[in-house]
């Protein structure tokens, strides 16, 4: 039994690890915060959180008291704020798993340049370890800082990875295509979320430009062992949860389906969380659950990928607690089935 | 062919003014105005408008230019606003229809207890015409000042209208359960309104505490010429556009379904804009349209009616330009179908 | 450790049974029938369950080898089918809790006129049990044959349970304004539930007509030992899950709200999946669970009542496995949190 | 003013077909016909009709008095059928405009490969004259048979048109990732347009074997003057209405965004329905309109390219009014805005 805590615990990933912890068996949450004017009950904030947890929730500000006995403090905090906290909890001994992008960039300048500001905290970049478990799971398991991955990260490299070995892929043809449900863009109300703005109509956004793109390149250009550059496009579908990343690529030779098929299922023959399908994927079918699963065809040198997760889940939340029971030698799918 | 203004150019309301009225043979659009920080282009704000309109838009500040030569000016601003600005146009003599709910209430007591704050314009009250066609058609012709009725009214009023002669109905017993899209709460972000927090899901909001049951309920005691309570209860269902409002009443006596029907059909019997439908409506029926649905089924001395309409357009929009046309002598239905 | 079958796993009620009691400790699915044109894995019909049970699922013909050797099983079937085949299983040993109407109305002349048809295993109805925990709990440890309630009525007669004391409530005051996601129709294809005609537009059916009705009469009048009669209309929303009912109802006398609310409360004190609520609930706030959420205000003699569910869960599937952990001594939650 | 019927009026597209018609100044509609049982008020199959149109919609049989004194009919039926019926009503001396695929392919054989049946008509294929108003204007006005192009082809051949100059493009690298509105699969149920399938949830299909690929590429090897083959990819998106193609392609050579958006705004200079936009557009944009909004990003050799319609309007109905137009001599625009 360990002890946990959440800042940021008034965002949509901040609900979904509590509603994922409070059945975890091996969990109990100590503390809550996020941006509240008052000291509230959390099932004041999320009433469907009524009678399944009774906590309040602080409004953040950093002291020794802080997050008090926990051993993990999850920042599910916006970008920018993480670097500032998590070197202060991590000098109090606590691990941290941090839903936000801080930590997932391995350059500062990189960072500079996607997020606008300096890093603040440049030598902890190679402390931390990327959260994805299907890749670097032995990493995780001593880590004490994850860098929990990004949604359509998380989409597209799983999706992509059983190909990166050297010499299969033309690395230049990679095209990201994006769709994802409105949930991603958080709990903060601004025209771009607002209902009667994005109901009935799909759009693409961030073209070229969005802040996920370098973290993939990044993740891609290491299993590949050498730099990838792809086109990243992201859409809003007029949804709450999910994301479909439809991934175009072309092969150095034709290869039959059933080959590049084999790949994929050797790859992840031991995966809990990685579906290989036979049809393509509904992003409702992953839905509240920790799964990525994935589809393909081939046609000659061509081959269209679909991955899908849900966002705030494999995408976000649910992987944190993936990455917690590797960290912590708990069963890897405790409390995610 | 008249010369018109619109401030609060910005939001939905004003939006769906516009797109009505640069298909209106008789209207020419002069000047708008609404919340920018710069002068924008309307196509900008909304690209829907490119090549439609090229007409920029200014914010808000009131001097004797504002407006410029128009003959009439739509106040599609926030309650409270028209109540300050409208009193300056007429003065210059222009006509002013007001889509807030500032001259809707003839006691500027009600006013005050139902908005919080206190009537700056009290004395025009009187003058204001409440801009419903099928019940105020001849005052509204003369006036100067129309008070284009809520949403939520416009279906109420039109759904009751022809039963509420004295004697028929147990005034004390109606009750309304409504129904609307998000739209109608305007443009401007809340979490209220956020896309993740409404979609998938139906609530009531502002329970026997809405509003608009002051202005349902003034309108109504007009008609059956005695006090009419309600009891009002308004809810906010995952689409865009759309009001049902579902009322339920008891008939001081049994009378056959049909009769009831006949009384409808007899009410309504010119009414260009109502149509009593056969089976139960779809609040879809009538979008982008500027009818109202009536249907009802009656048992015994229960009577259940089904009043639907666009909330933008006749619940707002449509129905200021029905106004309008009224006003100035235009074929009512111009610019309408 | 017990087996069960289901009977009609291909549809949304079968489906969510699945999901349900593929993580239940206490049980092992051995069975799974449904409408397949040949021997199907389920988890080609529902991809989402791939990875999590290996199981074909058979058409369905019933023989003695039917279900094999399961102890209870789920009739997740249209209405009609059940009265033909539970008298089979019943006679072969097997418990069953039947999810249609088939068993819910004690009187088969009621069942006639509301469903069309005569009732052929008329003697089983003083044999069901209504499986409303909350009300029959003691009756339902014993039962061999479980009425599982209807959707709608689960929210109705718990939104209305604690409240029908003789002398208390007019008892022919009641008026439920019920509205439901469109999973409520099943997983045929019917224009009725096609996505062009259903989204973003809400509408009335069924008015004063619908075939739930005499099931909430028929547990009313029991709750209250008199003869009560609704006025009952349904509502479809363009959402997937969820039943909200609006009810309302004028008291003998006036009350205070918060005497109502005590009295909610002592009648749900022990109830594990019953909240009281201090605001409007959001349907979204029961999603995947078996909670039923109240929430009611008073206004002199007037009572509103807000009551929701998830029309699969508790209206259907986990109320299901919650009657099935009562028949079989668990933990009346297992499985359900 | 002419005479019109309509063939297949109970679909989607023959409904948009006579909600734009009644609004045109030249048109009188004369005959309709559809799925029908027995002889219906076309306002009783589609309600919002009410008091806009009085005709009566028969169940399709063709004989000599099939469509009466018509001048044109429209042809709004599934494919396969169009083949048949439209050599008959050639014969009568009517024009038609067909919105089926019957008539698109040039080449029989491909449409064998792709719609399954040998073609009925061969010899009309030469005659029919494909109806895109932006590319083939001068041949709509003098023919009696269009072939109106389907909702993707709209959307992706005038999103590429203004390029296809050659030695511009590598014209192998075309990728057309496509998604839809559920309407575009028409009106009749099937699971696949279920509203509980559908909602909330984003997926391909027809992947790489979509019907339109053979359409889109010949019209796009017609332009280019050397043949052209994509990778088509289309995705079916919880809404109603609208198609965003996210158009994939590489430059021969590095080009300014800025030339290349001169490139666009020549060719489509005159265009009244072409905007180029300066944002990326939503769906939403263009809905219940007659326009197809183009946005672009470059970079180096990469472009993306937005194409956005309404799939039932410039993917059907209203540009099969705008050849109609363009065939009898009316102002295009005519009833369009």
């Known amino acids: 039994m360990i002890k946990v805590a959440i800042v940021g615990a008034t965002g949509y990933s901040g ?6 912890l409070i059945r975890h068996p091996e969990v109990e949450i100590v503390w809550l915060s996020g941006k509240v004017e008052k000291v509230t009950p959390i099932s004041t904030i999320f009433p469907e959180l009524k009678g399944r947890i009774e906590l309040d929730c602080y409004d953040f500000v950093f002291d020794n008291k802080t997050a008090g006995s926990a051993d993990l403090i999850f920042l599910a905090v916006p970008h920018r704020v993480s670097m500032d906290i998590a070197p202060r909890f991590l000098s109090l001994g606590k691990k941290i798993i941090d839903l936000s992008a801080d930590f997932r960039l391995n350059d500062p300048l990189l960072y500079k ?8 905290s440049a030598r902890l970049l190679s402390e931390a370890v990327y959260g994805l478990p299907e890749i670097y799971r032995s990493q995780i ?5 994850i860098a929990n991955p990004g949604c359509y990260p998380t989409s597209v490299i799983l999706g992509l990875a059983p190909l990166l070995n050297p010499g299969f892929v033309e690395l230049n043809s990679i095209i990201v295509d994006a769709k ?12 771009f979320t607002h209902y009667s703005e994005r109901n009935e109509s799909i759009k693409g956004y961030k073209i070229l430009s969005h802040q996920h793109t370098p973290e993939i390149e990044q993740e891609l250009t290491k299993l590949a062992k050498r730099r990838v550059s792809i086109t990243f496009v992201p859409h809003l579908v007029p949804m709450d949860r999910g994301i479909l990343s439809t991934i175009y690529l072309t092969l150095k030779r034709c290869t039959r389906e059933k080959d590049i098929l084999e790949m994929y299922k050797d790859f992840y023959d031991k995966e809990p969380f990685i579906r290989i399908q036979d049809q393509a994927p509904d992003t409702k079918d992953v839905l509240n659950t920790n799964f990525c699963d994935i589809f393909l065809i081939a046609k000659k040198r061509q081959i269209v990928i679909f991955s899908v997760i ?12 993936q990455n917690m029971n590797i960290m912590f030698g708990f069963e890897e799918g405790t409390g995610l089935r």
Request: hydrophobic share 35%; aromatic share 6%.
């Open 113 to 120: 340049k996607w997020y606008g500001v300096e890093h603040k």
């Open 15 to 20: 609900r979904e690890l509590i509603k994922i």
């Open 141 to 145: 398991r001593g880590a004490s800082l």
């Open 180 to 191: 994802t449900g409105i949930s991603g863009a958080g709990r903060v109300p601004q025209i």
């Open 310 to 321: 849900d966002n705030l889940w494999k995408g976000a939340s649910s992987q944190a607690i």
